[in-house]
């Protein structure tokens, strides 16, 4: 086993020698970016100085943010793999300009979850290097997340036609479906780790279907297809068995037509669906998407400039419509960029399996890269009819504090899938 571990570690070390990364220039190209979209919005903002000190105060929070972790992880954390980090400090920048244009008093919030989010990556990769304190963790963090999502039936606020938020007085307001993420992917992941029988396989299920479950009774129907689509996922890269995941689609099909009989914010949603154009939907069910596909059609390849946007007047801009934000104000370059960079997750969690240190890292990570490709794609083909709307965020754009520190948490999984991250424990294992 210490054998097999230090052979890893070499490969690793002979892989990143043969493909050198500069992660100052990096770093730094990310900055330069940032601060190109910081003053586009001081610019546009000129007049109103105290919008412009808010944005200056938290655009050099944010970015002193990414340099200190940076620092600390290369020297006293020894780290020299820091590409997924760079991709999140992109989405994380892109998003924190989108929202500044769009909704400017909700960039405080958004700079606090993006500090928890930053903490807890740390923390978590801490926890995720040991693999035995990691299964310790599985069965109650599996009761945990079936308790917060109950808890939700009980203590839950409608919003938008979704019991999913949990509002504790006048300032905060949590969406406990988003931490459950984390936990769902960790749960599977470690649940599956070693498949000696279809036991294990079919204790995941059960959990599956209590968390999806629960998420239809809230209405919370995006994320439930999230979590499915993840779940189809795990399970199959760990039994391969075709006939398991036909026999789950086709109960989900029955389940989603079932629904539609009896929900009328989903048939509405599918009413509309391909048909946003037409004169009666035009201003009414279809307002959001027709104008988030008139603003990325006018804003063109560069975009007509932060703050000079129309759909950052519309209602949910910085939330579930914020693709279309970026695609105006930006350009849809920097739109097929965010779009590639979660393709690039799912890249570089998949190239790094065949060296992670066991079947539990390898699934973490990809599940949680997959998990981050579906909500982008569901988000992003929602906001612009190719699938029905289903209000999903998109992640670490969207405004929202739960949301940022969830796709923090999933990224932990995905650098925790990189041997590179624990060539230490590789050392210590070989002197061991």
Not at 130 to 157: F, Q, Y
Not at 352 to 376: E, H, P
Not at 377 to 384: D, E, H, Q, R, W
Request: with cysteine; hydrophobic share 55%; proline share 1%.
């Amino acid at each position: 086993m210490a054998k097999s571990a230090e052979d890893k570690a070499l490969k690793v070390k002979k892989e990143h020698r043969r493909h050198p990364i500069n992660n100052f220039l990096m770093l730094a190209v990310i900055t330069f970016f940032q601060c190109y979209c910081f003053a586009q919005l001081i610019v546009e903002n000129w007049k109103e100085f105290s919008v412009n000190i808010e944005i200056l105060i938290y655009a050099a929070v944010f970015i002193a943010v990414e340099w200190v972790y940076f620092i600390v992880m290369r020297t006293a954390g020894r780290r020299k793999n820091f590409e997924i980090e760079f991709i999140a400090f992109f989405l994380s920048g892109v998003g924190f300009a989108a929202i500044a244009s769009a909704k400017p008093d909700g960039l405080l919030v958004q700079v606090a979850a993006f500090v928890i989010g930053i903490i807890g990556f740390i923390v978590l990769v801490w926890i995720l290097g040991d693999s035995e304190r990691a299964m310790k963790l599985r069965l109650p963090l599996g009761i945990l997340a079936i308790v917060i999502l109950a808890a939700n039936i009980v203590l839950g606020t409608d919003i938008n036609g979704a019991r999913n938020w949990i509002v504790i007085g006048d300032a905060i307001s949590l969406q406990p479906s988003e931490f459950v993420k984390i936990i769902f992917v960790f749960v599977g992941a470690a649940t599956l780790e070693k498949l000696q029988t279809a036991k294990n396989l079919y204790v995941f299920i059960g959990f599956s279907a209590a968390c999806v479950g629960i998420l239809f009774i809230l209405r919370d129907f995006g994320t439930a297809v999230i979590f499915f689509l993840t779940f189809l996922l795990i399970a199959f890269m760990r039994s391969g068995d075709l006939r398991t995941i036909g026999l789950a689609l086709a109960s989900a099909g029955l389940g989603g037509w079932l629904i539609m009989q009896f929900k009328d914010t989903v048939k509405n949603r599918f009413a509309t669906w391909r048909h946003v154009w037409d004169e009666e939907m035009i201003d009414g069910k279809g307002f959001q998407q027709t104008r988030v596909l008139i603003g990325i059609a006018s804003g063109g390849l560069f975009g007509l400039g932060l703050g000079k946007g129309n759909v950052r007047n519309v209602i949910f801009s910085s939330t579930d419509l914020i693709f279309g934000v970026v695609c105006e104000e930006m350009g849809i370059i920097i739109g097929l960029l965010v779009l590639a960079s979660f393709v690039l997750f799912a890249i570089y969690a998949i190239n790094n399996a065949r060296t992670s240190r066991s079947a539990f890292y390898a699934i973490a990570a990809t599940a949680a890269a997959g998990l981050l490709l579906f909500q982008c794609c569901i988000n992003i083909f929602g906001v612009t009819d190719v699938i029905p709307f289903t209000g999903v965020t998109l992640p670490f754009l969207s405004r929202g504090g739960s949301s940022m520190i969830s796709c923090w948490g999933l990224l932990a999984f995905i650098k925790a899938g990189d041997a590179r991250t624990y060539l230490t424990t590789y050392g210590e294992i070989k002197k061991k």
